[in-house]
């Protein structure tokens, strides 16, 4: 079965080369993309059992995912989350942690760990 995932990116660029990346490596199908914090929200709220995971950049736009986070703190148990962002400090890391998501990775150097979390969060996924 397809890890059904959402990505929340304000960059077209960034938001098209994960969507390549997740479906091509972790077998994800993107069912749903947003840039803003606000449009995020709308949608896993409206298909709040229709995801599996939620890649979420820290730093949008129009909103953070901060928003986004405690938005969705309260999800079904298989659901993960996993934040992205540019060198993200430990405090920031913690902040993101402690509201709900399950990973926090550095877009610059940690894409391999957040490619083999989603792996891990296809397995969890497809065994529910």
Not at 63 to 72: D, Q, Y
Not at 90 to 103: F, H, I, K, M, Q
């Amino acid at each position: 079965m397809p890890l059904i995932t959402f990505v929340a990116e304000d960059s077209e660029i960034v938001l098209d080369a994960l969507i390549q990346a997740l479906e091509r490596l972790v077998q994800a199908r993107v069912i749903g993309t947003a840039t803003t914090a606000a449009d995020s929200i709308a949608w896993l709220v409206a298909n709040a059992e229709e995801w599996d995971l939620a890649v979420i950049d820290l730093y949008l736009n129009q909103g953070t995912g901060l928003e986004i986070l405690t938005a969705v703190a309260e999800r079904l148990p298989w659901q993960r989350v996993a934040i992205l962002a540019i060198d993200p400090a430990d405090p920031v890391r913690e902040t993101c942690l402690s509201l709900g998501a399950n990973a926090v990775f550095d877009k610059s150097t940690q894409l391999e760990s957040f490619i083999e979390f989603c792996g891990r969060a296809g397995k969890s996924a497809s065994t529910l």
